[in-house]
Structure formats: structure tokens, C-alpha cells
């Protein structure tokens, strides 16, 4: 039989097929020691029915690292805009990593009842100042609240759809909404230090009807930026750069130093945000900083 694999509790898998769920083990071949990936929320398997164990995960079209989840088509980018206050460069971390798997974001805003209108038509319009040429769509939602949230749904029907973001933001909040009912557990923020509480553990995936998965995931503080190889690899996770570093002179131009740089140029017109620029050179020194002893 197939299905995909809903939830994972300790050692063991919960396989949706046909809508019935079966609690499976995983098979010892299937088993890499230590390998977190070896089977995870998202893969569709095969599995026998009587054994209750999965013998065979089939190849992923894409998959996240964190969270971890597999199979999607859109990453749902949860950010609130306050409490915790969005953050530029959490944000395009984000963002790099879920270009770096070829995965389609867009963009989710929680907790706009947090802030006036016109704090949040600022908020925005920057927003789609600094990003306008990668064409995300945008939701400002109120998590808490089922009636803000129809365009949102109807954006993601017929989709499989992982809510990720940092602690806090709202993504049980927001999907306990979308699918009326408070199955999941959602916490508070720090007063302190303004920050989730890592409430939610596990990706887990849920059914908003028959054609549309979505999928809480755990939120995070900090992320890592994606592993590259090559220098120039960098510059194709922003795709907002793709029409100016074809007018470069070297084909291997990082867009740092070297002379007749289509990035730099396009960056004193004003034609790339500095914001962005400057989120370029930090990613840049991050994966490629040199070990100095
Ligand atoms: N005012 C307001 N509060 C919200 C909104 N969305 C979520 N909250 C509150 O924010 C807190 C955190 O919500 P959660 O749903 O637990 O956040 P989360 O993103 O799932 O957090 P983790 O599971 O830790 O990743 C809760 O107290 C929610 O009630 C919103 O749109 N407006
Ligand atoms: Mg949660
Ligand atoms: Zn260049």
C-alpha cells in the first residue's frame, strides 16, 4: 500500500492512505543510523499493511531541512509583525534557504490587529519596496481570527502548504483557525526577550479537504544559512539579481569587488534595495568566510 507519511512520534510513522491512518515501524533496510532523514514527514512510502512497516520511501521532490518536511509546493513564510517584531534578515534567511530548494514561498504577516492601519500600509509598502521583484504574495492575517483568513485559503486550495516562521508568530494558531478546531497546542511570547517558546516540536501534516495539505511546523530562533559550493551559486538564491549580474563583466562575478559588476551598478541606481545588497555581502561572508588562524 501507499501514503504519506502525516506524523512522526518517536519510532514510529503515521502513514495517511485513502484516509485511514496506520501506524507503522520502519524497516531495518530502510535504516541509515542516525540519519534524520531516513524517512520524514512528508515522504510518501510504501508499506505493508500486516507488518505495519514501511518498506520503500519514495524519492522527495523537494525537502526542507528545518523544519523538516518533505513534498511540498509552497513554504507559507510566517512573520509577525510585531511581538516578535519582524526582522529583515531572519526573513531573507528564510527566504534564501526555500530559493535554495527550489521551493515557492510566500509570505504570510500574523498579528496585524497589533498595529493601526496606517502602521501597517507602511510596514507593507516598504516591504514591497525591498522585494517587488520577487512577486511574493502577501497575507496579513489576524491568526486568531477565521474571518480574515479567506483569501489565504483560497490561495493555498488544492496545495500542499508548510507554515514556517519563528517562534511565536502564530502558525498553530493559524492553522488550528483554518481548520476550526483547536487541535494544536499554541503558547505565548517571552515578555523578556520578546520570543516564542518552541511550542510546537513536530511537523505534522493536516487535511483541509481532499486536496489541500497543510502543515505546522516548529518554529526556530535562529537558522543556518544553505551549504554552497561555488561563490556564484549565491547570487542565483536571489532572484531579484538574475536581470543586472548578466551584464557583468566576469562570468564568475561574486558582485563584491571586481570592476563592471552589473549588481553594483544596478545597486547605485537604486534598481537593488541596499537592504538586499547588504543581506548578499552578509550571507556571502557567512557560507564562504575563510578559516583565519
Ligand atoms: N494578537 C494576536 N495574537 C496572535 C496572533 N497569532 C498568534 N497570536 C498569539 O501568539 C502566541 C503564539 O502563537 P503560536 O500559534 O503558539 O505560535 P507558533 O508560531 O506556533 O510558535 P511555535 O510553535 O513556538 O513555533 C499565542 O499566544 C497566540 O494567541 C495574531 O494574529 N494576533
Ligand atoms: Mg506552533
Ligand atoms: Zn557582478
Given at each position: 500500500m501507499k501514503g504519506r507519511v502525516i506524523r512522526k512520534i518517536k519510532g514510529f510513522y503515521y502513514v495517511n492512505s485513502d484516509n485511514n491512518i496506520y501506524e507503522c515501524k520502519l524497516r531495518g533496510a530502510l535504516k541509515i543510523k542516525n540519519d534524520k532523514l531516513n524517512c520524514i514527514v512528508g515522504d510518501i512510502v510504501e508499506f505493508d499493511e500486516k507488518e505495519q512497516a514501511i518498506c520503500k520511501v519514495f524519492e522527495r521532490e523537494n525537502y526542507l531541512d528545518?523544519?523538516?518536511?518533505?513534498?511540498?509546493?509552497?513554504?507559507?513564510i510566517t512573520f509577525a509583525i510585531k511581538s516578535p517584531d519582524f526582522d529583515y534578515t531572519n526573513f531573507q534567511k528564510v527566504l534564501l534557504n526555500v530559493y535554495d530548494r527550489n521551493i515557492t514561498p510566500f509570505v504570510i504577516f500574523t498579528k496585524v490587529d497589533l498595529i493601526s492601519d496606517t502602521e501597517l500600509k507602511e510596514f507593507t509598502d516598504n516591504f514591497h519596496m525591498v522585494?517587488?521583484?520577487?512577486e511574493l504574495d502577501v497575507f496579513p492575517v489576524i491568526?486568531?481570527?477565521?474571518?480574515?483568513?479567506s483569501d489565504l485559503r483560497e490561495f493555498i486550495a488544492g496545495k500542499i502548504t508548510a507554515f514556517s516562521g519563528?517562534?511565536?508568530?502564530?502558525k498553530s494558531t493559524l492553522i488550528n483557525n483554518l481548520l476550526n478546531e483547536d487541535i494544536l497546542r499554541t503558547g505565548d511570547i517571552s515578555?523578556?526577550?520578546?520570543?516564542?517558546?518552541?511550542?510546537t516540536t513536530e511537523s505534522r501534516i493536516f487535511e483541509l479537504d481532499n486536496s489541500t495539505l497543510i502543515v505546522d511546523t516548529p518554529g526556530f530562533s535562529s537558522l543556518d544559512f544553505p551549504k554552497l559550493k561555488?561563490?556564484?551559486?549565491?547570487?542565483?538564491?536571489?532572484?531579484?539579481f538574475q536581470d543586472y549580474s548578466v551584464l557583468c563583466k566576469f562570468r564568475d562575478c561574486t558582485h563584491i569587488n571586481e570592476p563592471e559588476c552589473g549588481v553594483k551598478s544596478a545597486l547605485e541606481n537604486a534598481k537593488i534595495p541596499k537592504l538586499r545588497y547588504e543581506f548578499y555581502l552578509y550571507s556571502y561572508n557567512n557560507i564562504f568566510r575563510e578559516v583565519k588562524k
Amino acid at each position: 500500500m501507499k501514503g504519506r507519511v502525516i506524523r512522526k512520534i518517536k519510532g514510529f510513522y503515521y502513514v495517511n492512505s485513502d484516509n485511514n491512518i496506520y501506524e507503522c515501524k520502519l524497516r531495518g533496510a530502510l535504516k541509515i543510523k542516525n540519519d534524520k532523514l531516513n524517512c520524514i514527514v512528508g515522504d510518501i512510502v510504501e508499506f505493508d499493511e500486516k507488518e505495519q512497516a514501511i518498506c520503500k520511501v519514495f524519492e522527495r521532490e523537494n525537502y526542507l531541512d528545518r523544519p523538516l518536511i518533505s513534498n511540498i509546493d509552497y513554504a507559507g513564510i510566517t512573520f509577525a509583525i510585531k511581538s516578535p517584531d519582524f526582522d529583515y534578515t531572519n526573513f531573507q534567511k528564510v527566504l534564501l534557504n526555500v530559493y535554495d530548494r527550489n521551493i515557492t514561498p510566500f509570505v504570510i504577516f500574523t498579528k496585524v490587529d497589533l498595529i493601526s492601519d496606517t502602521e501597517l500600509k507602511e510596514f507593507t509598502d516598504n516591504f514591497h519596496m525591498v522585494f517587488s521583484t520577487l512577486e511574493l504574495d502577501v497575507f496579513p492575517v489576524i491568526a486568531t481570527d477565521d474571518t480574515a483568513l479567506s483569501d489565504l485559503r483560497e490561495f493555498i486550495a488544492g496545495k500542499i502548504t508548510a507554515f514556517s516562521g519563528p517562534s511565536g508568530v502564530g502558525k498553530s494558531t493559524l492553522i488550528n483557525n483554518l481548520l476550526n478546531e483547536d487541535i494544536l497546542r499554541t503558547g505565548d511570547i517571552s515578555e523578556k526577550t520578546d520570543r516564542g517558546k518552541h511550542t510546537t516540536t513536530e511537523s505534522r501534516i493536516f487535511e483541509l479537504d481532499n486536496s489541500t495539505l497543510i502543515v505546522d511546523t516548529p518554529g526556530f530562533s535562529s537558522l543556518d544559512f544553505p551549504k554552497l559550493k561555488e561563490k556564484t551559486a549565491l547570487s542565483r538564491l536571489f532572484p531579484d539579481f538574475q536581470d543586472y549580474s548578466v551584464l557583468c563583466k566576469f562570468r564568475d562575478c561574486t558582485h563584491i569587488n571586481e570592476p563592471e559588476c552589473g549588481v553594483k551598478s544596478a545597486l547605485e541606481n537604486a534598481k537593488i534595495p541596499k537592504l538586499r545588497y547588504e543581506f548578499y555581502l552578509y550571507s556571502y561572508n557567512n557560507i564562504f568566510r575563510e578559516v583565519k588562524k
